[in-house]
Every structure is written in C-alpha cells, then in structure tokens.
C-alpha cells in the first residue's frame, strides 16, 4: 500500500476596515442541476453549526433557485428566529482533490451579508488556524505535521 502525503491548503486572514482579521476559505461551489459554479471566499465562523451561507448575489449567481430543497432552514439567534432557503451544492478544493456534498442557505431577510463556512463542513476537514501567523490552514488526511 502506497501512503501520500497529506494535502495541504491555506488561506491569510482578511479583515476591513475596523475588524481584526479573521480565518477565510476559498473554495469552488457547484450547483449540479444548473451546471453552475462560482469561486467563494467566505469567514470560517466556528459558531454557525450549519454548512454554509451564501450572500443573495452568490445565490443568484449559482442559480440556486433550480435546486431549492422543499424545507426552510431556521437559524436561531439571540433575538429572534432568521429562516433560509437551502439547496444542495457541491464544494470542491481542487488542491486537496477534495470534494463535499453540503447544503447552501441563504437568509430570506435582508440583514448585514456575508458567506460563511460553519461547523458542518469545518467538521469534515483537519482544520489549523494559525492566528500568529494570520493563516488558515485546512488538511485533508494524514498528519498536519
């Protein structure tokens, strides 16, 4: 049996004006039924519990509305309930050869947008944030070393 090296990607940290820089990642996302795909770059948020969320442009961009599962997402926040449209989508880095089926939301109110990646796909990868060094790291089998 032959063992290869783990694969290796990592992204610097972004930040705006005002904001410490915090963890991102770049992947592709794929909405199999339109046959569309799109560059995302969204935050790392280890305290989203769900997938993914998609800003309205990127959504549209994708053509999401072709593949929009029948049940509404519910986000629950301090203050109240924020409901979402889900789809499923293919997210691919093609550097770590790697590719996951997850499901996409996006919230149905308009508040601040941003697209962000949560603890159902981080859970799924070796994750290696590097706050020193303003880098975001992500593994796909064996050591991180």
Not at 10 to 39: H, Q, S, T
Not at 81 to 105: D, K, M
Not at 115 to 141: D, H, S, W, Y
Request: charged share 30%.
């Amino acid at each position: 049996m032959v063992e290869r090296a783990p694969l290796k990607r990592c992204w610097n940290y972004a930040g705006e004006r005002d904001i410490k820089p915090y963890p991102v990642m770049e992947f592709i996302l794929r909405n199999p039924v339109a046959e569309r795909e799109l560059l995302i770059r969204a935050r790392v948020d280890t305290g989203f519990s769900g997938e993914l969320i998609l800003t309205h442009d990127q959504w549209e961009k994708l053509r999401l509305e072709t593949a929009v599962l029948p049940e509404r997402g519910v986000l629950w926040t301090i203050t109240s309930p924020l409901f979402t449209e889900r789809a499923n989508v293919l997210l691919t880095i093609p550097e770590l050869e790697l590719e996951l089926q997850v499901v996409a939301e996006r919230l149905l109110r308009f508040i601040e947008e941003r697209a962000l990646v949560g603890r159902g796909v981080l859970n799924k990868l070796f994750l290696e944030l590097r706050g020193p060094e303003k880098r975001c790291c992500v593994f796909r089998g064996g050591s991180t070393e």
